[in-house]
């Protein structure tokens, strides 16, 4: 039991630098202010793996080393990076939880973009203005033209790569025996197809991704 705590432990911390490192070399700047990074995805796999509390602890955890490090908004701007990720991935990883199949990690993180752009966009209306200066009828305009597309695209990259990701990663740490067969879902006769690299759920993923980072570039302004 200690070692399996032990274990856990260090596959939580080593994934929580990962999401720090990510969120702090890999900022793709997509509308206005707004830019993305990938720390999303990698709290979500943790969530996955282990729970929703995880992701909860470990948003929180890097969300407030991001605020402290190299945040520029100040608390209102930390408040809304953490609720934004807790948003995606422990709604995400709660369904998958209650439904470890490849269905329920779908809905799962179909349920965290949903989430999570209802969520940004209720803080950007209500706080946008207190914090950042502008007037709310300014952005209130913003909402349907900025705030939901860049959640809706933010979100979709996330799960589409959440998607690709997870199990890849999961047969990775068994390999290193890292984690037992009964952690993180697709034990035998529990997963319900998602405890071998789907095909169909890779063909779509990419095409998810696609749509998202044709999004991307749209709002962006590149084509």
Avoid: H
């Avoid at 705590?5 to 206005?32: E, G, R, V």
């Avoid at 929180?60 to 990076?81: R, S």
């Avoid at 948003?87 to 949903?114: E, S």
Wanted: net charge positive; charged share 10%.
């Amino acid at each position: 039991m200690k070692e399996s705590q032990t274990k856990k432990l260090i596959i939580i911390s080593m994934m929580s630098a990962l999401a720090y490192l990510a969120m702090l070399f890999i900022k793709i700047p997509i509308a206005d202010f707004l830019k993305y990074d990938p720390k999303d995805v990698i709290i979500t796999v943790l969530g996955f793996i282990y729970g929703p509390l995880t992701a909860l602890i470990t948003a929180f955890v890097v969300c407030l080393l991001e605020a402290i490090t190299v945040g520029t908004t100040g608390i209102i701007g930390a408040a809304m990076n953490f609720i934004a990720s807790a948003g995606f991935a422990c709604v995400a990883a709660f369904i998958y939880k209650k439904k470890r199949t490849l269905g329920g990690a779908a809905i799962g993180l179909i349920c965290g973009v949903f989430s999570m752009t209802v969520l940004m966009l209720l803080w950007n209306y209500f706080l946008t203005p207190i914090y950042m200066g502008y007037p709310r009828e300014a952005v209130a305009a913003m909402l349907p033209t900025l705030f939901l597309p860049f959640n809706l695209v933010k979100g979709g990259i996330n799960a589409a790569i959440t998607m690709l990701l997870y199990k890849p990663v999961v047969i990775s740490l068994r390999k290193a025996d890292l984690i037992p067969a009964s952690v993180g879902g697709g034990a035998a006769g529990e997963d319900g197809g998602y405890g071998t690299i789907n095909v169909a759920a890779i063909m779509l993923s990419v095409a998810v991704l696609a749509i998202s980072v044709f999004g991307a570039l749209k709002l962006s302004g590149a084509i």
